[in-house]
């Protein structure tokens, strides 16, 4: 699996290396971001940041992925030496949930920085004002000790906010700093879409099921939109490890609702949103897959109980001819609109990898 889209910008920046390009815009594409005399506005998601934020200064903005499409955006600040570097995410994955993003930004900087990388912070914050709508972390000791690094997660309406900020160790207190003036200065045009936030609390999970499970496709005919995914998100209720899943790019966490055997799976992939989620049928009869990420949510059949591990790890790894190919694909524009169509027979729909 190739490293998160989140995570490998970071190592990017840490590195210095800050060199993406972005493609001219078609007329009629939605704009990413629009600059005004004093911050910069993603004009779909309602949030604003100030161009000049503490000691740092806005450098470029652009879109990570999804070019075009105005729901994947970043924003690149620096400050005057370039030495303190952070980016601002505001991006839309079908799935969203700042504590999980959290916690897997979590999970990837601990592994991408080493063994000495020390988490000294990792609580609610406020965001522009509102108390306990975003998640603030910060790492010590990261890269052997050379770096700091402070990471801010916000869920506004269909949108995740990430703001990281990472500089050399004895310029600890800027990079902190940084991190809290882009909360602060963070603006949402309807505060009222702001999700309370708190980090994800782990009780205990019900014994799984380690019996094969079969797959009935979709029935033939008009697709509709999905479903959400019934987890409280947000860190709002805790959730449980029901197992792990060992596949060919790394082990990957099962997690459901603590204390509800009945209902949905998930199984976070990356730092960006990507996941597995196995939801309950509408008819009580079984459990459907589909697919999150950013701007797309990918629609399979119905399992007749949740896959084992075997069984997940075959479909993350691209082995299970049963999940070679979407049975609908719901596509999000930045306004909300989804647009559902069914795959064809010939259609190749990408395995994550």
């Not at 910008?9 to 990413?32: D, I, N, Q």
């Not at 992925?65 to 105005?70: I, L, P, T």
């Not at 949108?159 to 004895?170: A, D, M, N, S």
Request: proline fraction near 7%; charged fraction near 20%.
């Amino acid at each position: 699996m190739r490293m998160p889209a989140r995570i490998a910008s970071f190592a990017l920046l840490a590195a210095g290396l800050c060199g993406l390009t972005m493609p001219a815009r078609a007329a009629g594409e939605p704009e990413a971001w629009t600059p005004t005399a004093t911050a910069l506005r993603a004009p779909a998601a309602g949030i604003a940041l100030p161009q000049t934020v503490g000691s740092l200064s806005l450098a470029k903005s652009g879109e990570a992925s999804n070019g075009g499409r105005a729901i994947d955006n970043y924003a690149q600040y620096l400050s005057e030496d370039g030495a303190i570097q952070a980016t601002l995410y505001v991006y839309m994955p079908t799935y969203a949930d700042a504590a999980l993003a959290a916690y897997m930004t979590d999970k990837a900087i601990m592994a991408r920085f080493g063994a000495k990388t020390r988490r000294t912070a990792y609580a609610s914050a406020p965001v522009g004002g509102q108390p306990g709508r975003a998640i603030r972390a910060v790492y010590d000791d990261a890269a052997d000790g050379a770096l700091t690094t402070a990471a801010g997660f916000v869920h506004a309406g269909r949108w995740i906010v990430k703001l990281r900020v990472t500089g050399p160790t004895e310029r600890r207190a800027e990079v902190v700093a940084g991190l809290d003036a882009m909360l602060a200065g963070l603006a949402v045009d309807d505060p009222a879409t702001l999700y309370a936030a708190t980090p994800v609390r782990f009780g205990q999970c019900p014994a799984s099921d380690k019996a094969q499970a079969r797959l009935t496709p979709a029935a033939t005919g008009e697709a509709s939109p999905p479903r959400d995914v019934g987890i409280p998100r947000d860190g709002q209720d805790s959730l449980c490890i029901r197992g792990t899943i060992a596949t060919a790019d790394g082990s990957f966490d099962m997690l459901q609702q603590a204390g509800r055997a009945d209902g949905p799976i998930i199984v976070p992939m990356d730092d960006s949103g990507t996941l597995l989620a196995f939801d309950p049928a509408q008819d009580g009869r079984g459990y459907r897959l589909s697919i999150h990420m950013v701007g797309q949510t990918d629609l399979y059949g119905t399992y007749d109980r949740v896959p084992n591990a075997a069984q997940v790890a075959a479909i993350i790894d691209g082995k299970d001819p049963q999940t070679a190919q979407a049975d609908a694909v719901a596509a999000y524009a930045a306004n909300g609109d989804v647009t559902v169509r069914r795959a064809s027979p010939a259609a190749a729909v990408p395995q994550i990898r």
